[in-house]
Structure formats: C-alpha cells, structure tokens
C-alpha cells in the first residue's frame, strides 16, 4: 500500500470493521492490519495463485485466505502470466490475467516467467461460497493488476456494505486493455463513493486510490 492504513485511519477519521483484500499475494498488509485493532477473524484474503495460498497458510493456519482468480464472469478458462523481478521467484506482485501493456517498458526487471492455466470466478460466487459475512466488512483493498473494475462489478450487490476501497489503479494502459483510473472512478460515484486520497507514480501510469462512501 503506497498510503499506509494507519495515516488513512488518522487522516479521514475512519472506523474500519474488517477487510476484503483481493490480491493477497504473501499478505505483507497483515502486521499493519492487526497493529491497527482490525481483527484477524474479520480479515478475508483471495489470491489467484494455488502455491502462494498454500504457502499463507502453512506461515499462519489462521488466515481466511482462499483461491480465485477475480473476474466479472465465472469460470472462463484464462493463461494467468506469473512474473518475477531480478529473477526473484518469491515477488510475484505483478502476475496478472493481462499481458504487459506500458509496464514492460517502465519496469523492465519485471518478466512474464510462465502461464498456467485457471479458471475465473466472480466475487460474489466467493463470497457466498465461502460465506463471508459482509456484514463484518466495510474494507475493501484491491490489488490484481488492472482487473480492479471488473472485481468491483463482480461483487456489485455487495457494495451497499463497504464505507471504503484503496485499490491500485492505472492512469495509463499498464496492462493492455486495463481499467483505468477514471473509469473506477466514474463507476464507484454511482454507489456513493468520492476519491479521497491517491498516490500516483505519473511516470509510471499508476498509483494508488482511496475511496469513501459519502452518499449512504
């Protein structure tokens, strides 16, 4: 997360009841969760990669973490691209349904390494059949490399229970045919959110967005 919880905690006053973070990958936001009062038990993780879901577990059983790749539909057969940097094969931050669009040039120490082949779900099939209660979340954290949108009107029933999102967003195609920016913008506005806060690598053509509800 480019802004941290704790300085969004303290600078819009905001009391976050349990989190939805889809696009998990080695849970790095969970010490900052936990140090914030976010109860473990209320903290639901989904991560597209089988091997990094087991590995969570296996460092900490009591994780909620589950496995799927978030789309808009369910079960379309997709190549997901996992990726290193440096030839590091434990960061895998940039895997993603999609090819490389700009980000190939701008960070070109980050390479497409394989593809397997999975299947999507939306998020409301997981929720439901998971049984997440909403009703313990108001937080949603997205960070699935440029797919954000379609996660969101996945699970558009749903939005009438979250008061934020932070997401990654892109200003420019990062990934090819990514949603941008304005257009998660433009959609959240319809269920009553306004952007906050964001932190923009403009160089780069992506940053980081937070969003509040204000419109009940």
Known sequence: ML????????KFKINIKGILHIGAHNCEELSDYISNNINISNIYWIEALPELVEKNIKKNPLLKIYQAVIYDEDDKEIDFNITN?????????????????????????????????????????IIEKYNINMNNVNFINLDIQGVELHALKSMEKYLKYVDYIYTEVNTEEVYKNCDKMEDLTNYLSNFGFKLADARIYKQFGWGDGFYIKVIQ
């Not at 802004?3 to 303290?10: D, E, F, M, S, Y």
């Not at 349904?97 to 390479?111: A, M, N, R, S, Y």
């Open 3 to 10: 802004i941290n919880i704790k300085v969004l905690i303290q």
């Open 85 to 125: 940097c440096n030839g590091d094969k434990n960061n895998q931050q940039s895997s993603s349904i999609l090819d490389f669009g700009t980000h190939e040039k701008h960070h070109p120490q980050v390479k497409i390494v394989d593809k397997i082949k999975l299947k999507t779900s939306r998020m409301d099939t």
